[in-house]
């Protein structure tokens, strides 16, 4: 079992930057990928990046790549996502999720957070 928390979330005016962090606990494993799906209003559930345990293989939705990164230190067992000029349609509560191998999907993590939310305002 794994319990993942975000934090960081906030409120940011258009153009802005905010990094999110989401810390691992429990029977954690350092081989499984981490990702962030973010979820906005009237939205379904909607996939924003992924990492692999060793960093190497890196996935972006279209929609955030050249503005986003994720990254992960394995020793604290956390995942970061750094987010740059920001927009209201990222206003979003943003989860993080693992899985054993990096995936776009969300039905193919096994644990999930809570969410943190992310507001951009027009």
């Known amino acids: 079992q794994v319990q993942l928390v975000e934090s960081g979330g906030g409120l940011v005016q258009a153009g802005g930057s905010l990094r999110l962090s989401c810390a691992a606990s429990?029977?954690?494993?350092?081989?499984?990928?981490m990702a962030w799906f973010r979820r906005a209003p009237g939205k379904e559930r909607e996939f924003v990046a992924t990492i692999s345990w060793n960093g190497y293989i890196i996935y972006y939705a279209d929609s955030v790549k050249g503005r986003f990164y994720i990254s992960r230190d394995n020793a604290k067992s956390t995942v970061y996502l750094q987010m740059n000029s920001l927009k209201p349609e990222d206003t979003a509560v943003y989860y993080c999720?693992?899985?054993?191998?990096?995936?776009?999907?969300?039905?193919?993590?096994?644990?999930w957070g809570q969410g943190t939310q992310v507001t951009v305002p027009s």
């Open positions: 999720a693992t899985s054993p191998l990096a995936s776009k999907r969300g039905s193919d993590y096994n644990w």
């Open positions: 429990g029977r954690t494993s350092s081989t499984y990928a």
